[in-house]
């Protein structure tokens, strides 16, 4: 395998863990100094907080995965320069608590280290997701 589908391949087998809920699957794509973040004020709260112990990343994808259905969200372009990989998906996302469906975008940004995830860097509709939990008082007019 070319490095970047080795990549590649680390990146989509994180997403299709993802999309079943397989934490342990998950957890094997990362390197053990892995760090993740969802870029957004501290408004969002702990969801906008960096996390990079074993423990710490645990546990922020056990959240994540109890309240945030990203199945049907597709991969839209995949683009590596050197160890760095950017993921452009779309689809519907589902906030499990409230059963609310959007259809939203994201872009993941993947650094690797020896061919594993060493940071994922978020980029999601922090708006989206802060009327979704119950953040704002007001909803967006559509």
Request: aromatic share 10%; glycine share 4%; proline share 3%.
């Amino acid at each position: 395998m070319t490095e970047r589908s080795m990549l590649e391949f680390r990146v989509r087998a994180l997403y299709l863990a993802r999309d079943v809920n397989d934490l342990d699957t998950m957890m094997a794509q990362l390197d053990p100094d892995f760090s993740f973040r969802i870029v957004g004020s501290g408004r969002l709260g702990t969801m906008a907080l960096a996390v990079n112990t074993p423990e710490t990343v645990r546990d922020s994808f056990t959240t994540l995965v109890k309240n945030w259905d990203l199945s049907e969200m597709e991969m839209v372009g995949c683009y590596a320069d050197g160890d760095t990989v950017i993921v452009h998906r779309a689809g519907f996302v589902r906030f499990i608590p409230s059963q609310t469906r959007e259809r939203t975008e994201i872009i993941d940004k993947f650094t690797f280290r020896d061919d594993r995830i060493v940071d994922l860097t978020e980029f999601v509709d922090t708006l989206f997701v802060a009327e979704t939990v119950g953040l704002l008082n007001e909803p967006a007019v559509a």
